[in-house]
């Protein structure tokens, strides 16, 4: 990683400032660079949502004018402060912007939002000769650039990956990505995917005998999907959970749109969907809990579900060899 030219903008609500930077950090300062770079990696494995460049005129000058980047993110930091100096549930922070180069020699640009946590420190004072230690509190201590970015972007290519938290401001909702980038809202993938399965569940009751594998075979589904092409196929899902139940699917699709949810959903960050989906947890009646690889569920040799005469369902697990 190399920085190219990082600017920070101080938002401090306590005190009602804005405080704008007018001159971009020493790009050789060690500390500025090992920080950027794991706020960078940070974001990247967060769950982000995808816009073209085109479709952003405030951030594609922050882009396509290096010259004025200080300006132009000055502006910025004043108009997001404007937008939260009233907002009692939105916190201030620092507003990191930056330029800069990846080791595959990619130009990045992007801004992070860094919010202010709350500290004790020591302190060493004087009454008049006497010296004291004492404690007090830091308001505006930056958070570890390992913690998760709730608001945020980074352009590569044409495409800018944003990272926005939702907000509620004086009861109505606030976002980054909405009320200072001007974009339209954009569901997240996870907020697809839980429209997904309250629709499977629903359905399953409706049509099915029993639901009890519905919410693991829905996530296997999902993991098929996303592993296959980067995307949530309601077709394969549909296929997946209720197989010989043309009805059942029909139903299910019917109903993802009615809620808005399109036939093929994109996920611009698989990698993290993989991990979270290719084990799944099934929760029996009696309180039993598995956590089963989904490349084994519908594998009979390992795991395999009877339905009893009773209709109750029972589970047998196969081939168990001890270490």
Known sequence: ????????????????????????????????????QKVIEKLMKTEY??????????????????????DHSAQISLDFFNAIKSATKINGGDLLFFRA???????????????????????????????????IQNKTILPSPVQTVKD???????????????????????????NILKLPVVKKVSEEIKTIEKTVKETAKKYTETDVLTVPQTHKAVYESIKKDESIDSDHIAETVFQDNPEAKVAFKEKLKERGVSE??????????????QKQKIKLGNGIEMTVPVDVLKNKDVVEFRTNPDGTMSVIVKNIEQD
């Open 101 to 135: 180069q990846n080791d595959d020699l990619v130009d990045l640009t992007g801004m992070v939002k860094l919010d202010y946590t709350a500290k004790y420190l020591h302190a060493v004072e004087y009454d008049n000769d006497t010296l004291v230690n004492t404690i």
């Open 152 to 178: 945020g972007f980074l352009v590569m290519g044409d495409t800018i990956r944003i990272q926005s938290k939702k907000y509620d401001n004086n009861g109505e909702d606030w976002s980054f990505a909405q």
């Open 1 to 36: 990683m190399r920085i190219i030219e990082a600017v920070v903008h101080v938002m401090d609500k306590d005190s009602g400032n804005v405080v704008v930077s007018h001159k971009a950090v020493d790009p050789s300062d060690v500390v500025m660079e090992e920080y950027l």
């Open 264 to 277: 093929t959903v994109r996920v611009p960050n698989a990698p993290i969907f993989e991990k979270k989906y």
């Open 49 to 70: 949502t995808e816009t073209p460049l085109d479709d952003c005129e405030i951030v594609k000058q922050l882009v396509d004018n290096p010259s004025d980047f200080i």
